[in-house]
Every structure is written in C-alpha cells, then in structure tokens.
C-alpha cells in the first residue's frame, strides 16, 4: 500500500527528493486507505473515537483544500445557521462522505442547543 495520495511509493518521499523538487503536492498528500488502516490500529487499541477520526479525514481527501477549510469555518459557532449547516450535511452525503456528514448535524444540533447557531 502507498502511503502517498499520488500513489508514490512511501520509500520515495524523501528530504532528497523534495530538495530536487521531484515531489508534487498530491506526493505528500495521505492516501484515504492510509487513514483506514490507522482507523483499524485505533480500534484495535480501544479508541473507537480515533478510529472515527481517521475515517472522517479519509472522506475528507477527495476535497480541495478551499473546501475544507470552508468546512472548517462553517462549523466555527455563530458562522452558521440551522438551514446552512443541513444544506452542508446532506452535501457532505451526497459526495460520499456520510461520516463527516453526520458530525455537521450533530454539530449542528449540540449548536441549537447552546444558542451558538447564527
């Protein structure tokens, strides 16, 4: 299994191959089998929490960083309504990443509870 997103194999991501500049953004990017397989580590160790942590972070390779990092401010408290947030979720679900999606609307609904929704 390559640990690179490209499909590099882990043993060519070097200090020498960065200083030749032989690597490309998607060669130090994680692979989502990568993520899976410390998912099962995590398991095996008792942290089912880490295990769904990795899992999220899986879905999450097949976005852009833009989107991500809207994901990111969206989920701050008091950036999102009820409406966006669920408009975000079932996104999320659309494009195949159920776990992340679940996370928004629990985010969303510990949100309404506290009064941090916009």
Known sequence: MSNAYSGKPAAELTIDALVRDELAADDVRIHPD????QAR??????????AE???RAAELTR?????ILALYEALRPRRSTAG???ALAADLAARDAPRCAALVREAAAAYARRGLLR
Do not use: M, W
Request: proline share 4%.
């Open 34 to 37: 990568t993520l899976e397989a």
């Open 41 to 50: 580590v995590a398991e095996r160790h008792g942290n089912p929490q880490l």
């Open 84 to 86: 966006e947030l669920a």
């Open 53 to 55: 942590n990795f899992r």
């Open 63 to 67: 976005f852009g960083e833009a989107e």
